[in-house]
C-alpha cells in the first residue's frame, strides 16, 4: 500500500495530478486501507472486483489476499501508471474503461474478466474499493441485480451514498439502493470518514460500509429484473400514490391489468407513497408482477 507521498511521487514522475472532474480523491490512511481489506474477509479462492484502480495502493492489499482481482480504472492518464505499478502481480487483471457498459449494465469486459478468473477462483465475488463518486451506487446496484452477482462488498462511499445503503422506508434517503439491499442482503455502515483521510481532501464526509449478500432472502425474489423494474417504476415518482404511479408502466410492466388486484393481494394500500413501502412489499409486488407478465 501507498503512503500519500508515495501518490504525489507517482503521479509527479508520471507527470499528472488527482483529476478534479472524475473525483478523484485517494484514499492515504493506510489503517484504514487495511480495515476495508480485512472487512471483505478475502481468502485465497475470492475474485475481488476493484473499481478506481488509481496508482494501486489498495489493489496491492486485494492481490496479497486474493486468488484474482480484477481492477477498473477509467481515466486513461493514470491507468498506464496503475499497469507499470501492478505489473509484478500476475493475479492481477487491469481493465482501462468504464466499469458500466450503460447505467444498468457492467462493462462486458468486466464480466468477461470476471468469468475468465471463475476458472481458477471458485469462491466469493467481492467488491472492494474506494468507489468513485461518480459511478458507485450504480456500479453496486448492477452487482445485486446480476446478472454478475457480488456476494459482499466493502466499500467507501460518500456518506450521502451510505446513508441511502442504509436507509428504512419513510426516510428522506431511502431510494432504490436501499431496497435492493434490504431486499437481497444485510448492509451496515462501519464507520464515518472525515475528509482529511483523503488527498485531496473531498468537500464531504465519507464511509466505509460492508454489505453480505443473504441467498436465503434473495431467493425470495422470482425474478430480479422485474423486481427491479417494480422498484423503478414506484420510487421513481416516490410522492405519488401507489395507484398514480401505475399510469407511468412501460416495458412488460404496461401488460398488467388490474393493479387494484396485485395491491390486494400483496397486502400494501394503493393510497400509500412508495417511500412508505418495505423492501417485503416491494418482494411481494414484483413476484406478482411477474406471474402476469411471463
Not at 486513461?76 to 496503475?82: D, K, M, R
Not at 451514498?161 to 428504512?168: E, K, N, P
Not at 422506508?169 to 448492509?187: C, D, E, K, N, Q
Request: hydrophobic fraction near 45%.
Amino acid at each position: 500500500m501507498q503512503t500519500k507521498q508515495d501518490i504525489q511521487r507517482l503521479l509527479a514522475g508520471a507527470g499528472l495530478a488527482p483529476n478534479r472532474r472524475l473525483g478523484q480523491h485517494f484514499l492515504i490512511d493506510l489503517n484504514l486501507m487495511k480495515m476495508l481489506a480485512d472487512a471483505a474477509e478475502l481468502t485465497g479462492q475470492d475474485i475481488a472486483l476493484e473499481v478506481g484502480t488509481g496508482t494501486g495502493s489498495f489493489t496491492e492489499a486485494l492481490a496479497a489476499r486474493a486468488g484474482h482481482v480484477v481492477t477498473v480504472e477509467y481515466d486513461t492518464g493514470i491507468g498506464p501508471l496503475a499497469a507499470s505499478v501492478l505489473k509484478a502481480f500476475d493475479n492481477v487483471t487491469l481493465i482501462q474503461g468504464d466499469a458500466l457498459e450503460s447505467k444498468n449494465a457492467l462493462n462486458v469486459d468486466v464480466a468477461a474478466a470476471l468469468k475468465a478468473a471463475r476458472a481458477h477462483c471458485p469462491g466469493r465475488l467481492l467488491l472492494a474499493a474506494n468507489l468513485p463518486y461518480s459511478a458507485g451506487s450504480a456500479v453496486m446496484a448492477n452487482l445485486i441485480v446480476g446478472p454478475v452477482i457480488a456476494d459482499a462488498m466493502a466499500v467507501t462511499v460518500q456518506k450521502e451514498v451510505a446513508d441511502r445503503m442504509i436507509a428504512q422506508p419513510g426516510h428522506a434517503a431511502y431510494g432504490t439502493l436501499s431496497i435492493l439491499m434490504a431486499a437481497t442482503g444485510r448492509v451496515q455502515m462501519l464507520r464515518k470518514l472525515p475528509p482529511s483521510v483523503f488527498w485531496p481532501r473531498p468537500q464531504v464526509d465519507s464511509a466505509m460500509v460492508l454489505y453480505q449478500r443473504q441467498p436465503e432472502k434473495a431467493g425470495q425474489i422470482h425474478d430480479m429484473t422485474t423486481f427491479r423494474k417494480v422498484i423503478t417504476l414506484f420510487m421513481g415518482h416516490r410522492r405519488k400514490m401507489l395507484k398514480a404511479c401505475t399510469k407511468f408502466t412501460d416495458g412488460p410492466l404496461e401488460r398488467i391489468r388490474h393493479w387494484p388486484t396485485i395491491f390486494e393481494e400483496a397486502f400494501v394500500d394503493p393510497h400509500h407513497r412508495p417511500e412508505e413501502l418495505t423492501a417485503a412489499d416491494y418482494i411481494n409486488i414484483a413476484n406478482l408482477c411477474y406471474e402476469q407478465t411471463k
